[in-house]
């Protein structure tokens, strides 16, 4: 069974950094693209980074681009996102989820986690 728990959200002030953690169990992220999405209260979840494992490839959202790094360890089977720089607008329940495409179209990705709420005050 496929499951992934992200982790590393909560609460920290304008500037600050939060790493965020998506673990996953049940396969291997090594065939898979890894997307970070983030919803934010009273808005539309969007696609804000995503990882390509079979070329490495990677794309970021302008809204995170020169803030954010998404990386991953496949010895951990865990995929990062780095978040430094962070802004109230940053305030968001942010999922990681797992699909076969490179792509912000959330019905590409199978399995979703749980969401884990960051929260930057100003």
């Known amino acids: 069974q496929v499951q992934l728990v992200e982790s590393g959200g909560g609460l920290v002030r304008s500037g600050g950094s939060l790493r965020l953690s998506c673990a996953a169990s049940g396969f291997s992220y090594g065939n898979h693209v890894t997307g970070w999405f983030r919803q934010a209260p009273g808005k539309e979840r969007e696609g804000i980074s995503i990882?390509?494992?079979?070329?490495?490839?990677?794309w970021y959202s302008d809204s995170v681009k020169g803030r954010f790094t998404i990386s991953r360890d496949n010895a951990k089977n865990t995929v990062y996102l780095q978040m430094n720089s962070l802004k109230p607008e940053d305030t968001a329940v942010y999922y990681c989820?797992?699909?076969?495409?490179?792509?912000?179209?959330?019905?590409?990705?199978?399995?979703w986690g749980q969401g884990t709420q960051v929260t930057v005050s100003s």
């Open positions: 990882i390509n494992s079979r070329d490495n490839d990677i």
């Open positions: 989820a797992t699909g076969p495409v490179a792509t912000t179209i959330e019905a590409y990705y199978s399995s």
